[in-house]
């Protein structure tokens, strides 16, 4: 998307979802950390940054739930809200799994009591497959789905997040 829109803008609006899903999941009494680069994330609202490891996405999630990571929540994510992760929560006391989908084929969330590993293989990251192709590793696992939400990937998702701020302000 920084390639489109320039990195300054690309570097605002990510900020600012960082922003919004921090604010979504601090009312919750849980160890909240931030995956990611602790130097490029040292603005990121006075929270523990973890470097992510190595390896594809699904690698370095599998290894964050290895590490006791129970909900993986993703910072693109424009509606996030307290109440979206509320119905997570929920949905885990009664499921193995549980997937928050996106519209463009992935999701913003994956929560789960303890890793499945089989969850994070042979999956097409990045692509629209990712919501499916997880579900199909999950065939033998209860899961739960939330709401639908959309993130931010291309810049016609940034565009629609400006129109988001915009009503929202």
């Not at 922003?19 to 849980?30: H, L, Q, R």
């Amino acid at each position: 998307m920084a390639i489109s829109i320039g990195e300054n803008a690309a570097l605002n609006c990510y900020r600012k979802l960082l922003d919004n899903t921090v604010e979504a999941v601090m009312p919750f009494e849980s160890e909240i950390w931030i995956a990611g680069d602790p130097d490029e994330l040292s603005w990121a609202r006075g929270l523990p940054v973890r470097q992510q490891g190595i390896g594809d996405l699904g690698i370095r999630m599998l290894a964050a739930f290895t590490d006791g990571v129970k909900v993986l929540v993703g910072t693109d994510i424009p509606a996030i809200s307290t109440s979206y992760i509320e119905q997570a929560f929920a949905l885990l006391e009664e499921h193995d799994v549980v997937v928050g989908p996106t519209e463009d084929g992935g999701y913003w969330l994956l929560a789960m009591h303890e890793p499945h590993e089989s969850l994070f293989h042979e999956i097409e990251w990045g692509t629209n497959s990712v919501l499916t192709s997880t579900l199909a590793q999950a065939q033998n696992l209860s899961v739960g789905l939330c709401d639908v939400l959309w993130d931010v990937d291309v810049e016609e998702d940034y565009r629609r997040w400006l129109t988001f701020e915009h009503v929202r302000d």
